[in-house]
């Protein structure tokens, strides 16, 4: 016997209905027939003066609140509406805030309020602050090495790199798929993976060991414009 098969659950949907960007002289015009399709029906609406949102709302009857706007201080200040009809009423007030928010229509007088929402921000602040510490004391750390020995030769001839990047540089480069990055210090060396090394071919050959490599042609940086171009630009 065949096994049936389950049927799939797909979940409700918020919105039972809408309408978008009727005129006003419509809904003055054939208000019953309107009121009629979404009367004892709750949701959001949206004023909008020509192609331009102007004010964002919610109500228990939109029937009797879009005709309340054609009377109120909002008379006059908006040319089309849209009524959007909501399902379940749970999260009409948080939809509104969402859209006040995002919108902000000159027409309301207040921005939505997420009350019980976590504002992310301090979070955020929290973890760029740590980041750029790290960054920092990195960057330092990094000068205060160049004392070190720097692996391969140390002769000015052996550290074409001297001096181009007074501030230091990040390079890029990609090889079988994968994204490295190294620095150019000041000196000239090239800081790899916690070694130094005094050119840009003896850092890439810490990537590929085997065969011939022109590092000037490996690693890229990335110009005042933010494009990477190769370290042989610099020759020219």
Do not use: C
């Not at 659950?9 to 978008?20: K, M, N, P, Q």
């Not at 949102?53 to 908006?78: C, M």
Request: hydrophobic content about 35%; overall charge positive; proline content about 2%.
């Amino acid at each position: 016997m065949a096994k049936k098969k389950k049927a799939k659950r797909t979940a409700r949907l918020i919105i039972s209905g809408y309408l978008e960007k009727v005129s006003a002289q419509i809904f003055d015009k054939y208000k019953k027939e309107i009121t009629d399709m979404i009367k004892g029906h709750q949701g959001l609406y949206a004023l909008y003066r020509r192609n331009k949102l102007y004010y964002v709302g919610l109500a228990s009857n939109l029937k009797n609140r879009i005709n309340y706007h054609l009377k109120d201080r909002h008379q006059g200040k908006w040319t089309h509406f849209s009524l959007y009809v909501i399902r379940k009423a749970d999260h009409i007030k948080e939809l509104e805030s969402l859209l006040l928010r995002i919108a902000y229509p000159e027409g309301n007088s207040q921005r939505g309020k997420l009350r019980t929402t976590n504002n992310l921000l301090p979070k955020l602040k929290a973890q760029v602050k740590r980041k750029i510490k790290e960054e920092y004391e990195d960057l330092f750390k990094s000068q205060r090495k160049t004392t070190r020995k720097v692996k391969g030769k140390a002769t000015s001839k052996d550290r074409p790199l001297r001096g181009i990047f007074p501030g230091g540089k990040v390079v890029y480069a990609a090889y079988n798929g994968k994204e490295y990055k190294a620095w150019v210090l000041a000196n000239g060396g090239i800081k790899y993976n916690g070694q130094i090394y005094a050119s840009p071919s003896a850092a890439g050959k810490a990537i590929i060991t085997k065969g011939t490599l022109n590092g000037w042609n490996f690693w890229k940086y990335k110009d005042e414009t933010g494009k990477l171009v190769k370290l042989t630009e610099l020759r020219k």
